[in-house]
């Protein structure tokens, strides 16, 4: 190939890039790439363009290489948060599911009724009703925040403009999901790369013209917010909103038992090929809404609900080598660099070997020819070799006792266990730079300081340049520099220069939670925020003497162990990291922590439990007691004020402990009484 050739190929990749990246921002709202990116990858289709004016007669790059609109629809945020579900990918998974809905609820040996049906993969869509009018369409957006598409869902005539029916609630929000007919997107698929994609770039037209020429449908499968509430079960309420008008999965069912859910899981899985929509798994949710009521959320995802996945999609490649990467905990990984293979529609080149222990069980060596999995989102894994095709030459895998800094990994014991780890760990911190660099994506992830703009791939460009070495460095950019980096334009740095001022303001949970302490995830991060309730307090923890009073007093939370305080204590002796935190807290306006329910039935007080309940779990009551403004404690204290007795084994000397320090004492009876149970 000539050097003409070779230029006009790799011109060609990247418009094929830059329209694969188009589709997905303005087709499907899910941009893979940031601003800054985008603006790279446009920028160099223009210099190679200048440079070869050959490549212009191609015409190409008409009508592609241009600015990104700005955002064409309204902001509104959800009147409840469309959390996203957890996974289950087997028979094991959906039972793991179930004995956690049993523990926390307290019903084991009672079978819990599930209604189940098709995970639909189109666009999530809420509508909101006001006495029975339409007023509000929202699309999913990050959960919190949606868009106001309503005249584009106005276009899709099933669903209900006006509610016709008795005892409709004054406030009803219906959660659906809009998708596009295999044989109808057989008609318009030149236009489009999927129908997921059809139905997601017709749902952002700015036009409710061009939206009514894509044939849309939906699904309605949820419910958000309802005043009053009507409904008992979730079976109930979709067949009720089926006899308004609504669209409802004729799949849909309710099941008992785990034999139950797996016989309708391999049904539909084996009639799915059949179905004029694209499925990849079915929901299961708690039938009865007041045990979902009871169950709640987790940080991310509700604790009635489970998607089960169908099979994870496999294929057979090769292993081109073995490398480690280091995880923001100094967790080293080895990941096998494979030839390029489809799974599941995925070009995967990369697959996780998880750890050391891993790789010797299964013998897994450079060369071997292995069967690999995708479930889901989840990353690509090494389930088997194949040592029939293994060359006789090959070696044994040995793995390296030194992380890419240079420090020596070390496999820590487990204090409960008392085994060692599988994990072999760097144990520098941040004063390694590939763990540094790691926390750096941490801290701006979603679930943190959530950055727009600043991705996985902006950041190491940052740091490459040493522009954004550390945390505080985010927050005292030189924009001034940025100008000068090869495709950054003016709006892609005002956009970012936006997205870090907002973030700014942070809450003391999710503060906590971003600065990277090992073993301390969302849910130890709000129980500590709840401890510290503001920033000047949590500062205590960067000297030694403060430090050490605190985690004496972490001891008496429930939910905080020995290995949480292990781990944060380790985190503030290196003083390399306090001096990272204290500068990123000068930077921040770190909000104080709201006791969610200040005038609830346990507002300041604090309580612990001992024994077992006959109506509930130890679970379900610390979620009580926080959900009603109060603090659980894990140990007797005179900062105590209440010790609730279950009737099941309660431990004496904890009630005698309390009697010695008069706290007050109520039974099991009793606690019902306060809960109105």
């Not at 830059?18 to 997905?24: G, M, S, V």
């Not at 059949?274 to 940080?299: A, C, E, F, H, P």
């Not at 999609?313 to 489809?342: L, Y």
């Amino acid at each position: 190939m000539d050097s003409k050739s070779k230029i006009i190929d790799i011109y060609k990749k990247k418009i094929s890039l830059l329209k694969k990246h188009n589709k997905l921002y303005f087709e499907n709202d899910d941009p893979k790439i940031s601003d800054a990116e985008y603006d790279i990858l446009k920028k160099e289709i223009i210099n190679l363009e200048k440079k070869n004016n050959f490549l212009k007669k191609l015409n190409l790059s008409k009508a592609i290489v241009g600015s990104r609109p700005s955002n064409k629809f309204k902001k509104v945020k959800h009147l409840k948060p469309m959390l996203s579900l957890s996974n289950a990918f087997d028979k094991n998974g959906m039972k793991d599911f179930i004995s956690k809905i049993s523990n926390f609820l307290n019903t084991k040996g009672k079978n819990i009724e599930f209604s189940s049906e098709p995970k639909i993969d189109g666009i999530s869509a809420t509508l909101i009703y006001e006495n029975g009018v339409l007023t509000k369409g929202l699309s999913r957006g990050d959960g919190v925040v949606g868009e106001d598409i309503l005249e584009n869902l106005k276009t899709i005539n099933e669903i209900p403009k006006k509610i016709k029916g008795n005892n409709v609630p004054s406030l009803f929000e219906i959660r659906g999901e809009i998708y596009i007919g295999k044989k109808d997107f057989d008609n318009i698929k030149g236009n489009f790369a999927n129908p997921r994609n059809a139905a997601g770039g017709s749902l952002r037209q700015k036009d409710s013209r061009e939206t009514s020429k894509i044939p849309l449908k939906y699904f309605a499968y949820g419910f958000g917010a309802i005043e009053p509430m009507i409904f008992s079960t979730q079976s109930e309420f979709l067949e009720k909103i089926k006899n308004w008008g609504f669209s409802i999965n004729p799949l849909s069912k309710t099941v008992k038992n785990l034999d139950e859910i797996e016989a309708q899981h391999s049904y539909v899985d084996s009639i799915r090929s059949s179905l004029d929509y694209d499925i990849d798994g079915l929901v299961y949710k708690v039938n009865d809404l007041k045990l979902q009521s009871r169950l709640g959320n987790t940080s991310n995802s509700p604790r009635w609900a489970v998607a089960y996945k169908f099979s994870a999609e496999k294929a057979v490649t090769k292993i081109k080598d073995i490398v480690i990467q280091v995880g923001r905990t100094g967790a080293i990984t080895p990941v096998a660099k494979v030839e390029p293979v489809t799974v599941g529609g995925v070009v995967v080149s990369n697959a996780t070997l998880h750890n050391e222990d891993e790789i010797n069980r299964k013998d897994i060596r450079v060369g071997d020819t292995v069967q690999i999995q995708r479930a889901g989102d989840v990353i690509p894994q090494v389930i088997s070799v194949d040592s029939s095709k293994r060359d006789q030459k090959s070696k044994k895998y040995i793995f390296p006792e030194k992380c890419l800094c240079g420090a020596l990994t070390k496999k820590e014991v487990n204090k409960s266990t008392k085994k060692e780890d599988a994990v072999r760990r760097c144990l520098k911190g941040y004063e390694c730079d590939f763990i540094a660099r790691e926390k750096l994506k941490h801290i701006v992830s979603k679930d943190a300081f959530n950055i727009d703009g600043l991705g996985k791939k902006v950041i190491d460009q940052f740091w490459e340049i040493k522009l954004i070495r550390q945390p505080s460095d985010i927050f005292t950019i030189n924009y001034n520099t940025i100008k000068n980096l090869d495709g950054w334009g003016e709006l892609s740095i005002n956009n970012l220069k936006k997205a870090i001022d907002n973030s700014k303001i942070i809450e003391l949970d999710k503060f906590i939670f971003s600065i990277g302490i090992r073993h301390i995830g969302q849910e130890n991060a709000k129980i500590l925020a709840g401890f510290f309730q503001s920033i000047s307090k949590f500062k205590d923890l960067f000297n030694s003497k403060g430090r050490k009073k605190i985690l004496v007093n972490l001891i008496e939370l429930d939910g905080i162990g020995e290995i949480q305080i292990e781990s944060i204590n380790n985190f503030f002796s290196i003083n390399t990291n306090t001096e990272i935190v204290r500068q990123l807290i000068n930077q921040l306006k770190i909000k104080n922590f709201k006791v969610q329910n200040k005038k609830g039935k346990f507002s300041n007080k604090t309580i612990m439990f001992t024994g077992g309940f006959e109506k509930m779990s130890r679970s379900e009551a610390k979620t009580l007691v926080e959900n009603n403004g109060g603090k659980v404690l894990g140990a007797i204290s005179k900062k105590l004020d209440i010790l609730v007795i279950g009737n099941s084994k309660p431990t004496k000397k904890k009630i005698e402990n309390a009697k010695s320090l008069n706290i007050k004492i109520i039974l099991e009876d009793e606690w019902y009484e306060i809960l109105n149970l």
